[in-house]
């Protein structure tokens, strides 16, 4: 993302490119930009949950070299 944070799955199988499109869809749907470090965790899981039928927990993280991660953990069914 434009405001350094990466977007990590773990543990979700989703393709990059889906990701790429449903993040991109998100931004615009919700209205909430590039700043990653706006978004509403509960919104984007809510969201991500309805495309991809997976339910997941979403965690804001400081990577090893200190960027930020905006991580989605799959939940176990």
């Known amino acids: 993302m434009p405001d350094g ?5 773990v543990g979700v ?7 790429r499109e449903f993040v991109m869809r998100f931004m615009g ?3 909430a930009g590039w700043n990653a470090t706006q978004w509403s965790e509960t919104l984007f899981g ?3 949950e ?3 039928g997976v ?3 979403i965690h804001r993280e400081s990577g090893a070299d200190g960027h ?3 991580a989605i953990r799959a939940l176990p069914s």
């Open 29 to 31: 749907a919700q209205g």
């Open 50 to 52: 309805e495309r991809f």
């Open 13 to 19: 199988q989703v393709d990059t490119e889906r990701l």
């Open 5 to 9: 944070t990466e977007i990590v799955g």
């Open 68 to 70: 930020r991660l905006f």
């Open 46 to 48: 809510s969201a991500f």
């Open 55 to 57: 339910k997941v927990q």
